[in-house]
């Protein structure tokens, strides 16, 4: 079956770091591969997508490119800042007959990011 | 838009009480989805439905019962509640094109004492 393994977290940086998040996955197929963020007391936000090897996702300075020989989708930030502060949900999904898309989910990484 | 909202946003239960989680979504869509978030589990599959009128069952189905009432509603139903089923649970609908992605509801917080 499919899966999806994150970094455990907290992950904790200073303002204005460098951030990675690590994901790689294992998919029967030829997944479509997401990201998604939670932020404290809501509901999950897609933060960006990938839906073929070597397609580049990117929003709010957010970058993840999907990886075929890697198996990896990993989550990048040039500086963070507080307001990134969240869990992030690394997700794929393969086509199924009777509901779209079937998200697969990592664990979570829980952010904090300091002043 | 509303989006997909759900209510309510807190509840406590006795072990052995029953209750039922509403989601509803404006969006049109014809998939909806029922997680179960736990600590460092991410979110897992309860029940889905593809379209009004069918539901089917993810990966952790067990005690739980669902209705899609109509194409906006898809209900999650509680008939004994036990304390495994703490949780936060999250509604989901999906768009269709051009990528399938999942839009969330806020969520409801579970305490089954």
């Not at chain 1, 990048?76 to 307001?83: D, H, R």
């Not at chain 2, 989805?33 to 009004?52: K, N, T």
């Not at chain 2, 899609?68 to 703490?86: C, G, H, I, M």
């Not at chain 2, 609908?93 to 969520?107: D, Y």
Request: proline letters at 4%; aromatic letters at 10%; glycine letters at 10%.
């Amino acid at each position: 079956g499919n899966s999806v393994t994150q970094m455990e977290g907290p992950v904790t940086l200073s303002e204005e770091a460098f951030l990675t998040i690590n994901c790689t996955y294992t998919a029967t197929g030829y997944p479509s591969l997401f990201w998604y963020v939670q932020y404290p007391g809501e509901g999950l936000q897609l933060l960006l997508k990938a839906t073929k090897a070597d397609d580049k996702g990117s929003n709010k300075g957010f970058e993840a490119t999907y990886r075929k020989e890697t198996t990896s989708f990993h989550l990048e930030k040039g500086s963070v800042q507080v307001s990134d502060s969240a869990v992030y949900f690394c997700a794929l999904s393969e086509r199924n007959n009777n509901a779209g898309n079937m998200l697969t989910f990592g664990g979570g990484t829980r952010l904090m990011v300091k002043p | 838009n509303a989006g997909v909202t759900q209510t309510p946003k807190f509840q406590v239960l006795k072990t052995g009480q029953s209750m039922t989680l509403q989601c509803a979504q404006d969006m049109n869509h014809n998939s909806m989805y029922w997680y179960r978030q736990d600590p460092g589990m991410g979110l897992r599959l309860i029940y889905y439905s593809a379209s009004e009128g069918t539901t089917d069952k993810g990966e952790v189905p067990n005690g739980y019962n669902v209705s899609r009432l109509n194409k906006r509603e898809f209900s999650l139903r509680l008939e004994s509640a036990a304390p495994s089923q703490t949780s936060v649970y999250f509604c989901a609908s999906l768009v269709g094109t051009p990528v399938r992605e999942q839009f969330f509801g806020p969520g409801t917080r579970l305490t089954v004492l």
